[in-house]
């Protein structure tokens, strides 16, 4: 459940640092339960549907090297815009935001992978 929490925070705070930096995503109202919200909203995308989208568009990902994965990334933050007050300015917006936030939220993780010393299931970091 403590893991559970901290992805959920670490994804919130990614979530919101790609809004800052990329002005075609933006919170339309940016309080930190709607926040929290998207951040879970994602986490029940990428668990649930992103998959199914990976797998329906595997032969178009391998034709393109797995590039057609920012598509399937962008699509995923289309879905969470379109259920919570995040807001996305079009479809290339939401493959910019989508790709600027994997790189922060990669960089979250990894800053708390070694801050911690531990990886994600608790054992200590090689």
């Known amino acids: 459940m403590q893991n559970f929490i901290i992805k959920l925070l670490l994804n919130a705070l990614a979530l919101w640092l790609t809004t800052r930096l990329y002005g075609g995503v ?6 930190v339960w709607n926040v929290l919200v998207a951040a ?18 595997l032969p178009v990902t391998v034709l393109t090297l797995g590039l057609f994965t920012l598509v399937i990334n962008g699509a995923v933050l289309s879905i969470v815009a379109g259920v919570t007050s995040l807001n996305v300015s079009g479809f290339g917006a939401a493959i910019v935001g989508a ?27 090689s």
């Open 26 to 31: 933006y919170f339309e109202r940016g309080s």
């Open 40 to 57: 879970l909203v994602l986490g029940l995308v990428n668990a649930l549907i992103r998959p199914v989208l990976l797998l329906l568009s």
């Open 99 to 125: 790709l600027i936030l994997t790189v922060v939220s990669w960089a979250l993780d990894s800053a708390l992978h070694l801050l911690t010393g531990r990886q994600d299931d608790g054992r200590p970091a």
